[in-house]
């Protein structure tokens, strides 16, 4: 597959994602792209994101790649369920935040901390650093067997997100590329 071949649908996490952000440069290079935008990315209510999230993926007009950010991710997951037999080809997760990193947030949902309970019914990459603020690689690795999805190690990376040195993200576009031709 290749991007013109896709509708890749940007999921962001708390707060969105700022102009600097990669997914932000990286929709703006994608014709192909648009960002799943939610009515509060700053008071997130599980069930709203979810419901954005598969009317986005109802809209496609294409197969969709999922390309999700931090609490984003975590909402792909926990919408495995609602995903089954929608056009979704594939996931890139990155940066998942760990339950208790989201059940210390007062501003989010509780529900976001829950283990998810399916695996995802498409090919799947979850991205972890070793040292982000918001979770820890095994959180992400648990989180990743949880989903049937491939865990990448992105080694020292922090957040993954421009406070972090990430807002193009060139390795990361990589290794975007290398999943969309596996699907």
């Known amino acids: 597959m290749r991007t013109a071949d896709a509708d890749i649908l940007f999921v962001p996490g708390l707060g969105g994602s ?15 792209s648009r960002i ?7 008071r997130p209510q ?4 979810r419901a954005r999230l598969i009317e986005e993926i109802r809209r496609a007009e294409r197969p969709v790649i999922l390309v999700a950010h931090s609490l984003g991710a975590l909402a792909v ?13 594939g996931a890139f997760l990155v940066a998942p935040p ?4 989201v059940a210390a947030l007062p501003s989010v949902d509780a529900a976001f901390a829950a283990d998810p309970l399916e695996k995802l019914p498409f090919p799947s990459l979850v991205i972890a650093s070793r040292d982000d603020l918001y979770g820890a690689f095994e ?3 648990r989180l990743a ?7 990448v190690d992105a080694g020292n990376s922090g957040h993954i997100n421009s406070e972090s040195g990430h807002g193009p993200w060139p390795e990361g576009l990589m290794r975007f590329a290398g999943f969309i031709k596996t699907l």
Do not use: M, Y
Request: proline share 8%; net charge negative; no cysteine.
């Open 18 to 32: 700022g102009p600097d952000h990669w997914q932000s440069r990286w929709d703006a290079k994608l014709p192909t």
């Open 36 to 42: 799943v935008s939610q009515d509060d990315f700053d």
């Open 46 to 49: 599980l069930e709203a994101w």
């Open 77 to 89: 997951a926990h919408s495995a369920e609602q995903l089954r037999g929608l056009p979704v080809a």
């Open 98 to 101: 760990a339950p208790e990193s």
């Open 139 to 141: 959180d992400a690795e």
């Open 145 to 151: 067997n949880a989903l049937g999805a491939e865990l």
